[in-house]
């Protein structure tokens, strides 16, 4: 049994083995707005390596939580020098927690506004 493609604009045939052009492009619509939110989201993600780099040459005064929008701890670390460096030790074990988060909510933001749900494999 073969599928068959039908030209059927007005009507969506769902029977099995057709699928009408109407059909086709509204999967190819919802392919495309899933490619463009993937696309604002790549531009806009952060980088755990980036981040650690951060944290070893100025996260003593929050760089690397600057880095990641979280400017009110950001900021604590400035005023106190990375909690006299105990703060900023101790956020070695946490960046990398802290990217991954701050980049699911960034792509469910996007997507969200796009329309169409999130693929979280990758």
């Known amino acids: 049994m073969t599928d068959t493609i039908t030209d059927t604009r007005d009507s969506h045939s769902h029977s099995h083995g057709t699928t009408s052009l109407a059909d086709l492009a509204d ?4 392919i495309l707005l899933q490619m463009q939110a ?4 790549d531009d806009v993600k952060k980088s755990v390596i980036f981040a650690y780099v951060l944290w070893a040459t100025c996260g003593f005064l929050g760089g690397h939580r600057f880095y990641l929008h979280h400017n009110g701890f950001g900021a604590a670390l400035l005023v106190t020098v990375g909690g006299a460096g105990v703060i900023w030790v101790v956020d070695l074990f946490f960046i990398g927690s802290a990217v991954r988060e701050h980049n699911a909510a960034t792509k469910a933001a996007i997507f969200e506004r ?7 494999a990758g």
Do not use: E, F, K, R
Not at 114 to 120: E, N, T
């Open 114 to 120: 796009a329309g169409v749900p999130v693929m979280y």
């Open 27 to 30: 999967l190819t619509d919802h």
């Open 38 to 41: 993937q696309s604002a989201y």
